[in-house]
């Protein structure tokens, strides 16, 4: 069975652009989550989205906004880049979306702003 | 408020030595405690869960933990390491009304041979 898919697995961006990263999740699985990995630190909570409901929010600015399709796949988009965006995203999927339903995480897409 | 303290930000072993890396949390309900391994370029692997029961939890590649509630600690361990073993280990408990985990800043581990 496939697992979590990511794409793209690298991106070059500029100051002030806007990017949209794609998940697919493991067959069967209805939540998503989206994690930021900085560079020497732990994955921080980004969003979590349940048939196409967003069920969660962490502590990033309006810049940073999700979707989930029918399919249960999903988009992350992050307007107005800064350097400090710059980091390792990371999506996960799991069965439940509540509860402690071990994260099935994607290898992630590896954003740089330049 | 939930969070999670990995103490060792790199630690190295020998070959064949055992291994415990720490994992400290602060949790007022019973938690629910993982432990992810990431390997450069890689997403995050789980390697094994408490969620509640016998506090001694096995996990994949021969890793196993251990809860510890008056200690508040889940630390990992595994008897002999192996060179490729060698990767970013990081614990995580379940934070509740979000649906998320939140993560410690990881122990970057290191195999001499």
């Known amino acids: 069975d496939a697992g979590v898919t990511q794409s793209p697995t690298h991106l070059i961006k500029t100051r002030g652009q806007q990017v949209t990263l794609r998940c697919s999740p493991i067959s069967g699985h209805k939540s998503v989550s989206w994690y930021q990995q900085v560079l020497g630190q732990g994955p921080q909570f980004i969003f979590q989205?349940?048939?196409?409901?967003?069920?969660g929010r962490g502590n990033f600015p309006d810049r940073f906004s999700a979707r989930q399709f029918p399919n249960y796949s999903s988009e992350l988009n992050v307007n107005a880049l800064l350097l400090g965006d710059s980091a390792l995203y990371l999506c996960?999927?799991?069965?439940?979306?509540?509860?402690?339903?071990?994260?099935?995480f994607g290898n992630g897409t590896r954003l740089t702003v330049t | 408020a939930q969070s999670v303290t990995q103490p060792d930000i790199h630690i190295t072993v020998s070959e064949g030595a055992s291994l415990e890396l720490r994992c400290n949390y602060s949790?007022?309900?019973?938690?629910?405690l993982f432990w992810y391994v990431q390997s450069p370029g890689q997403g995050l692997q789980l390697l094994l869960k408490?969620?509640?029961?016998?506090?001694l939890v096995q996990g994949i590649k021969g890793f196993e933990a251990e809860f510890k509630r008056s200690q508040s600690s889940f630390n990992l361990r595994k008897p002999s390491v192996h060179w490729s073993d060698a990767a970013e280990y990081f614990c995580?408990?379940?934070?509740?009304?979000?649906?998320?985990?939140?993560f410690g800043k990881g122990t970057k581990l290191s195999v001499k041979p």
């Open positions: 996960a999927s799991s069965l439940h979306d509540r509860g402690p339903s071990p994260l099935h």
């Open positions: 949790y007022g309900a019973t938690p629910y």
């Open positions: 408490y969620f509640s029961g016998d506090t």
């Open positions: 995580a408990v379940y934070g509740g009304s979000q649906g998320n985990l939140i």
């Open positions: 989205y349940y048939e196409k409901e967003e069920r």
